[in-house]
């Protein structure tokens, strides 16, 4: 016997509640063996009916169930005067059933993005703290000036302009102050032109001009506070101009800095 899709919702809520006679539970019971779909809406019905029946513990006040009475007595007034209602209790649970089935979908989903969302940052955050690590490493390297080279270049790439790491910036501040190398320090200067924006490193470089001993070193500084049109740089560029163990290029660049910033 097929049977059509309303006698049968009404058949497995009833079969659920158990509320059918010992004839109609076989016919149900039949059905739901040789008919896959209706086995799965079964699964289905039982476990919204389960959240349903454990909702029903949230009991509303007195006073609410009062109002809330009044307002059906007067909805159903209302209706009787224009139609017949033709909705039994069966059809209430299973529009109810229906709706918890749709809600229950969507917050799956939902949960199942949120939770996907949650493991792609932890693996990105894992991600970038194995490569700070390494980065770090390599500039600590005391023993290679080309795996320094490295890691500053790393730095450089591993991190954006406008979200600066303050410890690959504090690394590099270090590098360019105190490494043996100076193409390393090179390096670590440009570097560093990528966090101009950032306050603390234009000090640390107009800083880095009074320990830079080197020639090359100095006029890259030199010029690149002239491109950064540090104005702070200026009693910097007078104290190299003074210093007689200056070499004359570096004094000359540092003439034409004060003409250029000022």
Do not use: C
Not at 123 to 152: F, K
Not at 254 to 260: C, E, L, P, S, V
């Amino acid at each position: 016997m097929n049977m059509d899709q309303e006698t049968l919702l009404g058949m497995i809520i009833d079969y659920i509640d158990g509320k059918l006679n010992e004839v109609d539970k076989q016919v149900i019971e039949q059905e739901l063996v040789k008919n896959a779909d209706a086995y799965k809406l079964y699964e289905q019905l039982k476990e919204v009916m389960q959240v349903m029946d454990k909702s029903e513990k949230l009991e509303p006040s007195e006073k609410l169930m009062q109002k809330f009475e009044a307002a059906l007595q007067v909805e159903i007034n209302e209706e009787q005067k224009s139609k017949t209602v033709f909705f039994t209790p069966a059809w209430y649970r299973a529009a109810a059933a229906a709706a918890l089935l749709i809600v229950g979908g969507g917050v799956g989903y939902w949960i199942s993005q949120q939770n996907q969302q949650r493991s792609e940052l932890a693996a990105l955050q894992l991600e970038m703290q194995e490569t700070r690590r390494l980065v770090l490493a390599q500039m600590n390297n005391n023993q290679s000036a080309s795996q320094r080279m490295l890691g500053v270049m790393a730095a450089y790439e591993s991190v954006q302009a406008n979200k600066p790491d303050d410890e690959i910036v504090e690394a590099l501040v270090t590098t360019m102050n105190n490494d043996g190398n100076s193409n390393v320090r090179l390096a670590a200067i440009e570097a560093l032109s990528k966090f101009t924006g950032e306050e603390n490193v234009r000090k640390a470089l107009v800083q880095s001009l009074s320990v830079q001993k080197d020639p090359v070193v100095q006029i890259a500084l030199i010029q690149l506070l002239v491109q950064m049109k540090e104005k702070g740089a200026v009693k910097s560029f007078e104290q190299i101009i003074d210093d007689e163990q200056v070499l004359p290029a570096v004094k000359d660049e540092a003439h034409a800095g004060i003409f250029k910033l000022s």
